[in-house]
């Protein structure tokens, strides 16, 4: 079992940065997908970025790459999301997950593949 738990979020005004983290408890390998999804009121959730260390890959939903990035690191058995340049948009409850195997560019946005999930932290951007 996995358990994940988020922090990091708040408001902010748009242009500004928040750094999101998830912090992991129980067995967390490389070989596994770790993800953050966002869900804005009335809209389906999305994936945001995803990682995949073993295979030294990252995917970004178009709408943040170059904004945001994310990163893992094993030792602490913590995902990271950098968010930079926020946009009102951005808004919404942010979710760490973990999928039990790798990702790929066809696979990581696609919720159904991550079983582990963490509550969420909301994420508000102000024009």
């Known amino acids: 079992q996995v358990q994940l738990v988020e922090s990091g979020g708040g408001s902010v005004q748009a242009g500004g940065s928040l750094r999101l983290s998830c912090a992991a408890s129980?067995?967390?390998?490389?070989?596994?997908?770790m993800a953050w999804f966002r869900q804005a009121p009335g809209k389906e959730r999305e994936g945001v970025a995803a990682?995949?260390?073993?295979?030294?890959?990252?995917y970004y939903a178009g709408s943040v790459k170059g904004r945001f990035t994310i990163s893992q690191d094993n030792a602490k058995n913590t995902l990271d999301l950098q968010m930079n340049s926020l946009k009102p948009e951005d808004t919404g409850m942010y979710y760490c997950?973990?999928?039990?195997?790798?990702?790929?560019?066809?696979?990581?946005?696609?919720?159904?593949?991550?079983?582990?999930w963490g509550q969420g932290t909301q994420v508000t951007v102000s024009s």
């Open positions: 990682i995949y260390s073993s295979g030294g890959r990252t």
């Open positions: 129980g067995h967390i390998y490389s070989s596994m997908c």
């Open positions: 997950a973990t999928a039990i195997y790798s990702c790929t560019g066809g696979t990581w946005s696609d919720s159904h593949e991550y079983t582990y």
